[in-house]
């Protein structure tokens, strides 16, 4: 790009109500500012939403992270928003997700049930998303659930970045997966910090309940990282934090992309024998529970090198790559 003007171009940034404050350091990193959009719940609950400047042959970002206690009025926020920009004649419309709602519901893991995170892609996908950018999908085939592109980042090189500031022996530092999905993420991530990787198998008896049934690895005196996708009401990773503890392990530190922070999480953490928990801001932290155990980093910087190598059609594949990242 010769200049800030061509960027900026035909490329407008639209933020829903889930998440406005990444939404405004993706734009700062951007170097823009957010379009103007008007967006309203009526008295019955219904959602408005109307563009306050013209976006006709632009391409559209529209930013909402799909998480939190109003999850669903924000996946039809953006499902309104989506349609309202291309019915105003919008080029293109990338939906944003830096978190995806339904994630975990991704596959029949008993009879009668839905697969909710296909639904989901169906929906942007008929609402008119053309293409999308996500983060630390809970399982990465859910991009096979759309017909049209998607960009899926990972926040690994963030987190590595992060830990290496620490300067950890190396040798004495062992990356934990808290369960035999997330082994190969936490394998790279073990690679990018150039220690070892233990493995934990979990068992679910019931929805927002486990059990640590067994662990493959020596930890025993070392320091220890747990890495997953998400962490929802603690109950996870206090069983994982727990298992280790009983092993012998060192002090422990946990990091996970998604703080989706439900129910008694705060109040889990604090009781947990875990020196820092690292997330990234795809949900909102509140103010109040940063100045603990909770460690906040930006994936500002990360979400705006891609919307701008998308607009730009450059390659986006060195941001969900590790092995390019860095």
Do not use: W
Not at 39 to 58: D, I
Not at 264 to 274: G, H, K, N, Q, S
């Amino acid at each position: 790009m010769n200049s800030q003007t061509e960027m900026t171009k035909g490329l407008m940034v639209f933020s829903g109500r889930s998440n406005p404050e990444l939404a405004n350091q993706i734009a700062d990193e951007l170097g823009i500012t957010l379009g103007k959009v008007r967006l309203e719940t009526f008295a019955n609950g219904e959602v408005y939403a109307r563009y306050m400047e013209s976006v006709r042959g632009a391409d559209v970002f529209i930013i909402q992270s799909l998480s939190g206690k109003h999850v669903n009025d924000y996946m039809m926020e953006l499902l309104i928003m989506v349609d309202a920009a291309k019915r105003a004649s919008a080029r293109t419309v990338t939906a944003v997700l830096p978190y995806y709602g339904y994630s975990r519901q991704d596959r029949k893991a008993a009879a009668r049930e839905p697969i909710s995170a296909k639904l989901v892609a169906d929906l942007l996908t008929v609402a008119g998303v053309n293409r999308t950018i996500t983060i630390d999908l809970h399982q990465g085939q859910i991009q096979g659930f759309f017909d049209t592109p998607v960009n899926h980042l990972t926040a690994l090189s963030i987190m590595a970045n992060y830990f290496k500031t620490k300067n950890f022996d190396t040798k004495n530092l062992v990356v934990v997966s808290p369960d035999l999905g997330r082994a190969k993420a936490a394998h790279k991530f073990a690679d990018i910090m150039e220690c070892d990787l233990a493995i934990m198998h979990k068992d679910r008896p019931k929805h927002n309940h486990a059990e640590i049934t067994a662990l493959i690895g020596d930890v025993a005196g070392k320091t220890c990282i747990i890495n997953d996708d998400m962490i929802d009401t603690v109950g996870s990773l206090a069983a994982a934090i727990d298992t280790l503890k009983s092993n012998g392990a060192g002090d422990i530190y946990a990091c996970a992309t998604h703080p989706v922070f439900s129910g008694p999480a705060y109040e889990r953490l604090e009781a947990c024998p875990v020196k820092e928990v690292v997330v990234t801001n795809t949900i909102p932290v509140p103010l109040d529970h940063q100045d603990g155990k909770i460690k906040v980093l930006s994936v500002a910087p990360l979400f705006a090198r891609a919307i701008k190598n998308v607009f730009s059609n450059g390659s986006v594949s060195e941001l969900f790559d590790p092995d390019f990242a860095l």
